[in-house]
């Protein structure tokens, strides 16, 4: 059966950062509504929105407290109503994020289950430990211990596997699967087209006596992966889940946030016969070098290098073993990491042909709203800008190391997911169009993406998205058969087919001119970044440039 999302094309648009349709300096649900023509001009055909319901934003809108309302921030259900109808008369799907792990320790099941230890809510949550002992030595994701004191003082913990304020579901209970089923089922009955299950890999958790084996055996806490990611029971409790959002909403988008998955796990949650999700987002992807890492101090805000062999080899490995399965997802950014531009493109030719080379692969891609436009990451010069311990950890090490507090908080500003997450630039006015007061998100533009400009720039890297968008939408680039065709370091060629159609797509990863050889029947260009020359399959192409060549059909 062929479905809307086989072809889909998502946008991904971090809300609190596109349009401010009210002046308070956050993006809003109005303000994406007035955007619907740019979306639609840009060609794609499906947005996804990160969390708008009611949340303390302790994580900006991952900690829901209530799953029914919309945060006021954001706007009203009418608004929500209003974009879905507006994005559905462009020819635009809707996902929504759907937090399922955790809720916001606000929201009102876990209020009760702290008023009251015999609430029936206290099995919501995972309370465990006695006596103000800790269970085990698991780790947070966001640091620290995954285990917080229950504030009502019966000497348990509860967990939490991102911030203390984000306390996780027990997915054990059937209770709490029925709960989040409810959650969903209320939005597609409003006319969604998706859902994007964030950190669903996470629901179960090994038995809590365990701690994590360490070297020392001191009590410093782990993150204990192997314990809380991707367990056998995470299929169990969403197969009836998924089957049933599949049965009631067939035409329903099941998009599964799956960070640490390795590509037979992602078989494992994408194959039909598993009744679970139709793909997955895996943070796999990318390796980075740690040759130019700095051993005196962590290495977890420096800048790497990608690893593009080791890249090269997993794409090659995802779109083999997904074909006749699912469709891999094909991104460059989200919003939990550096932007393509700051992280891996050094220039503008080198981002649309880093482009190229993912999302005419075999899937679907995901743009990150700003990436069209080549745009970086903010640069914050104080690391209160940052809201985050371990980056004031980093920054500290950093110094004591000899680095200046100038170059680390820079390094981070370059590294870390919040600078990632600015404002939308429009026009070149003062807050860029997006906001006529400060932007909730302050950092200083390192470049000068804005879309009015690009817009009006045929060679803008908006336009190349525009065209590469466009054939992105023929059935060769979405259906045909992929195989790579060079394995060195310095391209990355490989080839469609669908039928007698065949393309070529070729992308030097080199500051320098490279030469290969292609078969001379490629001559017809389709899309082209930077500068080549083809002569009777002699390829040239300038630094880091790229090219899209058809077969000449015959006659
Ligand atoms: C996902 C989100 C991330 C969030 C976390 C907790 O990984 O992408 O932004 O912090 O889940 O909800
Ligand atoms: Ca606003």
């Known amino acids: ?73 954001m706007g009203t259900m009418q608004d929500m109503e209003n974009l879905i109808h507006d994005l559905h ?105 998706g859902l994007r299950l964030d950190a669903f890999i996470h629901i179960a958790k090994a038995d809590l006596r365990q701690s994590y084996p360490t070297k020392n055996n001191s009590s410093k806490p782990v993150v204990a992966e192997p314990f809380f990611a991707n367990l056998p029971q995470v299929q169990e409790w969403l197969r009836p889940f998924c089957e049933r959002i599949k049965q009631d909403y067939p035409e329903c988008l099941l998009l599964g946030e799956a960070a640490s998955a390795n590509v037979n796990l992602a078989v494992d949650y994408t194959t039909k016969r598993n009744h679970l999700m139709d793909s997955v987002i895996t943070f796999r992807y990318f390796t980075e070098k740690d040759d130019d890492v700095n051993k005196d101090f962590p290495a977890n805000y420096q800048p790497k290098q990608l690893d593009m062999t080791a890249f090269k080899q997993n794409q090659t490995v995802w779109q083999q073993t997904l074909a006749g399965i699912s469709r891999p997802v094909l991104y460059w950014g989200n919003h939990d990491m ?132 466009a054939l992105k939408k023929e059935p060769l680039f979405q259906d045909g058969n992929y195989y790579m065709l060079a394995t060195d370091e310095k391209s990355y060629i490989y080839q469609r087919k669908l039928g007698d159609e065949e393309a070529i797509v070729a992308v030097s990863l080199s500051s320098e001119k490279e030469q290969v050889t292609i078969p001379t029947v490629f001559n017809n260009e389709l899309l082209k970044a930077g500068q080549y020359n083809l002569n009777n399959g002699n390829l040239t192409l300038m630094p880091y440039a790229g090219v899209v060549l058809k077969k000449q059909s015959k006659e």
């Open 1 to 73: 059966m062929k479905h809307w999302y086989d072809h889909a094309i998502i946008y991904q648009i971090y809300p609190k950062s596109f349009q401010d349709s009210n002046n308070d300096g956050i993006g809003d649900l109005n303000g994406i509504r007035k955007r619907i023509p740019y979306l639609k001009k840009l060609g794609i055909n499906a947005v996804w929105l990160n969390p708008v319901f009611v949340s303390p934003q302790v994580d900006n809108g991952y900690d829901v407290s209530n799953y029914f309302a919309i945060d006021s921030h």
């Open 89 to 193: 008369q462009a020819g635009i799907h809707v996902i929504m994020d759907f937090v399922l792990n955790h809720t916001s320790d606000q929201h009102p099941w876990f209020q009760d289950a702290i008023k009251d230890p015999n609430s029936i809510y206290r099995d919501y949550y995972i309370f465990a430990g006695h006596d103000n002992q800790r269970p085990n030595n698991w780790g947070s994701f966001f640091g620290g211990s995954v285990w917080q004191a229950d504030p009502a003082n019966t000497g348990q913990f509860y967990f939490h596997l991102f911030d203390k304020r984000m306390p996780d579901l027990n997915w054990k209970n059937p209770e709490v699967r029925h709960a989040m089923l409810e959650v969903a089922e209320y939005w597609l009955k409003k006319g969604i087209d």
């Open 338 to 469: 550096a932007r393509l531009r700051t992280r891996v493109a050094k220039n503008n030719v080198e981002a649309e042909s880093l482009a190229m080379l993912m999302y005419l692969q075999r899937g679907i891609p995901i743009i990150y709203y700003g990436e069209e436009l080549g745009l970086q990451n903010l640069k914050f010069d104080k690391v209160e800008q940052f809201n985050d311990k371990t980056v004031k950890d980093f920054v500290q090490a950093a110094q004591d190391a000899g680095l200046s507090y100038e170059d680390a908080v820079e390094m981070a500003s370059q590294t870390h997911k919040l600078p990632a997450r600015g404002p939308m630039p429009w026009n070149n006015e003062q807050y860029h169009g997006f906001s006529s007061v400060t932007p909730w998100l302050d950092g200083e533009k390192r470049d000068q993406a804005c879309v009015v400009e690009e817009e009006n720039n045929l060679e803008s890297v908006l336009n190349f998205y525009k065209k590469m968008i």
